[in-house]
């Protein structure tokens, strides 16, 4: 089990790294998605978890507020680049 929990811990930082680091605009909005799903699976798993994971959980948090931050950041570019 500590195998898992360790591939899930990897998996969702490696997608929401891939989110951020993501160089065309168009693939970005489909990257946070993923990454967003892995985040929630993540934290579903630590809160059944026993121990102490507030590190991790915390580390989840701010990725998601960061990905929700890009996606607003994209709708806003996007609308400028509409109106231009």
């Known amino acids: 089990m500590a ?8 998996e969702w ?3 929401y790294i891939a989110a951020l680091l993501e160089g065309d ?10 990454a967003e799903q892995a985040i929630v699976a993540r934290a ?4 059944e978890a026993e121990g ?5 959980q915390e580390g989840l948090d701010d990725a998601m507020y960061a990905l929700h931050a890009l996606r607003s950041c994209l709708q806003i570019h996007g609308r400028f680049a509409e109106a231009a």
């Not at 195998?3 to 990897?10: D, G, N, P, V």
């Not at 102490?52 to 991790?56: A, G």
């Open 25 to 34: 605009k168009d693939r970005i909005p489909s990257l946070i998605s993923v």
């Open 3 to 10: 195998t898992a929990s360790r591939l899930l811990q990897t």
């Open 13 to 15: 930082k490696n997608l």
């Open 44 to 47: 579903k798993e630590l809160f």
């Open 52 to 56: 102490d994971n507030i590190q991790e």
